[in-house]
């Protein structure tokens, strides 16, 4: 199966990100969720939850594969009560080009630790 600009798994970075074939500095590990520290934070903490199962954005969830999206927002849970997230949070997922999406592996990204601002830019 080929994610999005024609990106087939096996050259998915994040892929390869839950393969161990790149190294990545893990915060949360189950059956079918990883997370692991941006590699460009845009907060104090800013972690990324990927499903370990291939999906390329949000347009590619389906009913065959929405439950890892549950299990992404209870791991979200997990880690920022171990993380004592306790002053908020935000989660966010690029989707497409005009969101600047720049890995076609589905992400959510975890930003905390000081005042956000909204709208986004
Ligand atoms: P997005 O622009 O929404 O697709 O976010 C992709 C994020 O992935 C971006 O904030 C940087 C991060 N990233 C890209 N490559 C790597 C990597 O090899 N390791 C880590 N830790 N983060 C990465």
């Known amino acids: 199966m ?11 970075i994040f892929c390869k ?21 941006d590699n460009n934070p845009q907060a104090p903490v800013h972690i990324l939850f ?14 065959e594969n929405s439950s890892v999206v549950a299990d992404i927002f209870e791991a979200i849970a997990v880690a920022a ?16 080009r005009q969101a600047q999406q720049s890995v076609p592996h589905l992400h959510f990204h975890v930003l905390a630790g000081r005042d956000m601002t909204w709208p986004p830019g």
Do not use: W
């Open 81 to 96: 009560n171990e993380l004592n997230l306790d002053e908020g949070y935000r989660v966010v997922s690029n989707c497409g």
């Open 2 to 12: 080929n994610g999005v600009r024609g990106e087939s798994m096996s050259e998915c």
């Open 50 to 63: 990927i499903p370990k199962q291939h999906i390329a954005s949000t347009s590619e969830i389906n009913k």
């Open 17 to 37: 990100i839950v393969s161990g074939e790149i190294p990545s500095n893990m915060v949360y590990e189950d059956e079918t969720v990883y997370a692991f520290y």
